[in-house]
DNA sequence: GTGAAAGCGCTAACAT
DNA sequence: ATGTTAGCGCTTTCAC
């Protein structure tokens, strides 16, 4: 153990290529080097070649700080999930950062990531990586409809975008997913195979989204002339576990609904789960349906039915325009509404043949 | 959209609070300031508690890339996932990155993030960071048998923990998991269930775990003195449908497994959803395991028996042990063998007493 | 077309 | 106990 402490020990370390030591082996000035790797043509094209070509032999590579602390720009953008612990298992979450670090690296981008639940200790470190000039910018998520970060944002007048809305800015840059629409054609889709009671689970409706959904949900039940029972709606907490158990309940209500949306994929999970614990078959005597479009869905059994958004594609999208923000270019919107996609499978249609026991 | 970008204008935006700030308030000088925030106590107790004061109300946080280019320390450490693209999907991420999250704010670190499909574009990434300095060390993951970041990290001389051993270097400071037991006893439970024919769809042999895993079933099934049948054993990769696939052409079989172990839970979802759509009763016609104890597998019906690592304790040590190793700091073991835990559920159970042995 | 010099904000060696 | 000074590596005036 000792020997690995010793090997790590950093005087034994290879010192990294400074542009000093470029400019030494070419004789040249630091200023000269420094301006021929920028590319700017005020220096002598055979100079700048040579120069690009050892420095690139000798491995150089501008170190971070340095330029950080001259340009005041950090390059980096900033992503802190609203959340912690131990069993914190979002399926959405790799997907997303897939998207924005294919895009960050693309524009030479970082991503620094924490994580932080809603409240002081999120507050703390909002402070920290503003105040250090630790980022260029934020990507929020789980956007509240009363959202404290985007007034502390905006107050500081520091770059972020959004996945989802806030009602604390409406205007303010984000990447929008047409939730209320997205819910509607589910219902309709439901209204067509015949239910009529159709419950709903939601969660939490300080979160942007599930109002969002919620409202589709309700105005896809006032089109068709249903009225809206409170009975029916219940209110998750986004997990497989909130699901089940809301489910569960819904189950056992006389009369019990004969479809269940869940405000999103996992919740819907855990309904199925509850479903076929009780008896039920999914899709025959229960249409469960979701919201998210996420690969568990696709292969649960029965196949979940679904309203699918593009999250990978939205993690770029999202990080575009933020960097655009960053960099006063005004290329990209700064706002647009996905329209997500209905997703006909198995567990809400009852033409499914089910294996006899 | 000019109000935005208007607003944005950094010449609007209020600048930070430099250590000069403060001390032009209070009529210190710089150096005093510095050390009394640093605590040191070469300066009087009545300044320092002044200057603390101070520097709070102003809302005085130190610039990073000052401190980190004064102190050649960047105090962050990098992650980079060896994979990208739009339908990456592991729930094994989340909980991940949570445990590695919530170590390294405890210790006051940062977690820079970026994915790069092994090759070409991820020796780029590493080369980056390490010669810009932009971390102070790496945590890997899915190592390989013979894995370049090991012996690249390990040749600049630079701090890394992973997770899982390589070949390439047994004694580099790492968390394993003792996937040869684990999975011995999950093929000593099928076995106490009195199956015989007992398939495992692995995965690329070049990630240690898979090796690992495989190892168990082998010893597992010799330990029985059951010949090992290369029929039984299918290349999946990771994913639920490769599972799925894997596991169609595994039932077709005549005759056809009675046990199916899955390397990884998705995997082993995917393989539970291609016996059911093949008629099949799961834990009674074919019984199916997995190998994570992921939430996914705990809701799926039936439940999948699976052997538990903890994913979020595991990122907790690797990031605690690399910062030990950061700071020189012999704190904790530079290695360490967890041993999974196996979970039995109904994906394994049928309703037939057991025979005791 | 190239170089000298200043300075980003911080820390630390060296005064006093 | 406090201040002066130098310098981390880079970019960018400003001279020549």
Redesign the interface.
Known sequence: ??G??R???KD???L??RIRDVAKKLDLSVTTVSRALAGYDDVASATRDLVIETADEM????????R??RRQR?E?IGLI?P?????????F???F???I??E??RRSY???????PPGEAEER?Y??WT????VDGFILIRTRVDDWRISYLTK????FTSFGRSKTLE?S?HIGVDGCSGVKDLVKHLLDQGHRRIAFIGASEELTFVGDRLEGYQIGLEEAHIAYDPDLVFEGDL???GG?EAAKILIERSPSPTAIIGVNDLTA??A??AA??GGLIVGKDLAIAGFDG???G????PALTTVYQPV??IGRQVSAMLID?IE?Q?GSE?DSLIRPRLIVRDSTLNSKPV?A?
Do not use: C, K
């Open positions: 153990m000792g690995i402490l090997i790590l020990n034994t370390r290879a990294p290529v491995g150089y590579v501008p170190q971070h700080a340095a950080q602390l950090t980096t999930f959340t912690t612990g131990s069993r914190f298992s979002d399926p979450f790799s997907e950062i897939a998207g670090g294919d960050t690296s970082d991503l620094l990531v924490s994580v932080a470190a402070h920290l105040n250090s000039r630790r500081e007048n520091f770059p205007t840059p997990t497989r576990a089940y999970l855990g199925i789960r076929q614990e996420t690969v568990a696709e292969h649960a059994h990978y594609e923000l006063n005004a700064l294996p026991d």
